[in-house]
Structures are given as C-alpha cells and as structure tokens.
C-alpha cells in the first residue's frame, strides 16, 4: 500500500511521485505476469490494493496506454493489452528501424564518448551477469537497459520517448513467451556485434548490427509464439478428443 505523499516507497525504484510510484506497480505486476494479457484492470480494487485515489489510477492507467500496455475501453474501463504475433512483428520491425537509426545518429554527431561508452560496457556486463542468475525478469530488464545505453547518447527526444513506449511492450512479449528459456547465453552473445561497432566509433556497422539483431531477436520471438500457439491447439484438441472418446 502507498501513501498519498511523494517520496520513496518500499518496493519502488525511486519515484518523484506517488503518480508515477504507481505507474511502475502497475507496470511491473503487468510484465511479471500478475496481470496477464486481455485481463481486466479495475479502478477500485487497484485503489484498494495500493492505497491511492482513483483518479491516481485512472491517470497511471492513462500512462501506461500510452505506453502501449493498457487499452482503455469507453464505459468499460481498462484491460491489460492482448498480443499477436502480428503485433510482434510490427514492435520488432519498428524498433529495428528506430533504434538502428538512434544509434547511428549518436555516433555520427560524436555523441558516445568516454562516459557513454563506459555506460554501454557497464549494460553489457550486466547482460552477461543476468545470464547467471537464472532471473528471467533480471534478464529481460538488462537487455532492455542495454539496447537504452546505445540508444539515448542519440539526445533526439521524439526518438527516444517513442523508444521507451516499444522497449516497454517488448520487456512484456519476452517475459510471457519465456523467450530465454531456451537459449540464454545465445541472447547474450548475440548483442556483442552491436557492442564491438560502438566500441569501433563505427556508424555503419553499428546501425547494421542493431537492425540485424532486433529483426533476428523478432524471427525467433514469432517462431517461438506460434509453436507455443500449435502446442496450445493441439493439447486443447487432445482434450476435446478425450471428452468424446466413448468409455469401454
């Protein structure tokens, strides 16, 4: 439960705000699962459950819609929003292109230096370190961090607020297809190309490296949601069989 003051909650990453402390609950019981997609986000009981106004929630809920994670329905309040495989796509290919061209524009202007690159060094570490916890959320939290280290040297701010919003669905698509589970280490490695180009004060190959690997990451995030939507089929269809199976 949270207070209706500012400042520091048990719990949060230092909010400003009380508003924005419920922002990141709400967020965060989004992409842990608590909330899972399609489900309904009821003013009331989120009132209740964290201690704030309605009005409070109404605005966080307001926030993460923009964000894309919330859909709020007219007269019908809001629900946590659902995922396609078309809608993987069309994340992954968009952030392909911004994010290829927010990390071009940062090192053609000159913009990563010494303490950017360190900063970029530190996130891949980091990565690395998540690997060996077996934190599925710690992983997806780090990757995230450090496609955000490459990416905000560009100071393009239309660029980047639009950046946040897409990392944010992203962080969701990974964490509830389990994305990592099969490959860890893989993921890890696969962002060293990026991280050698940056290192390389290289435009070219850094915007190539960024495209590459998010439209890859994407592939195999599709492939893993349809393998995971014909295993759903399937055993659904296995059980309607065994209800009409006739008993001996």
């Known amino acids: 439960?949270?207070?209706?003051?500012?400042?520091?909650?048990?719990?949060f990453a230092p909010p400003l705000t009380l508003s924005s402390a419920v922002v990141a609950y709400i967020r965060d019981a989004i992409l842990r699962g608590t909330y899972p997609p399609g489900s309904a986000l009821p003013e009331i009981p989120?009132?209740?459950q964290v201690g704030a106004s309605r009005t409070t929630i109404r605005e966080a809920l307001r926030s993460l819609s923009e964000a894309g994670l919330v859909n709020i329905h007219p007269r019908r309040g809001a629900s946590v929003g659902s995922m396609s495989p078309r809608r993987a796509r069309e994340l992954f290919t968009l952030r392909a292109v911004l994010e290829?061209?927010?990390?071009r524009l940062a090192l053609t202007e000159?913009?990563?230096?010494?303490d950017e690159l360190a900063r970029i060094e530190a996130a891949f570490e980091?990565?690395?370190q998540s690997r060996e916890s077996?934190?599925?959320?710690?992983?997806i939290e780090a990757d995230m961090a450090f496609h955000w280290a490459v990416c905000s040297p560009c100071r393009h701010e239309i660029l980047l607020e639009q950046l946040k919003g897409l990392?944010?669905?992203?962080?969701?698509?990974?964490?509830?297809?389990?994305?990592?589970?099969?490959?860890?280490?893989?993921?890890v490695e696969a962002h060293m190309p990026i991280l050698m180009a940056v290192r390389n004060l290289s435009p070219e190959r850094a915007e190539?490296?960024?495209?590459?690997?998010?439209i890859s990451a994407g592939e195999r995030l599709l492939v893993s949601m349809l393998e995971e939507a014909s295993a759903a089929d399937g055993a659904g269809g296995l059980d309607h069989a065994s209800q009409k199976a006739p008993r001996p």
């Open 110 to 114: 000159g913009r990563i230096r010494q």
């Open 100 to 103: 290829a061209f927010a990390v």
């Open 46 to 48: 989120l009132s209740k």
């Open 126 to 128: 980091q990565l690395r």
């Open 208 to 214: 190539a490296a960024m495209r590459d690997h998010i």
């Open 167 to 187: 990392q944010t669905q992203t962080r969701q698509f990974i964490f509830y297809t389990k994305f990592y589970s099969s490959d860890a280490e893989g993921e």
């Open 134 to 139: 077996g934190d599925a959320y710690a992983m």
């Open 1 to 11: 439960m949270l207070d209706e003051t500012e400042g520091d909650q048990p719990g």
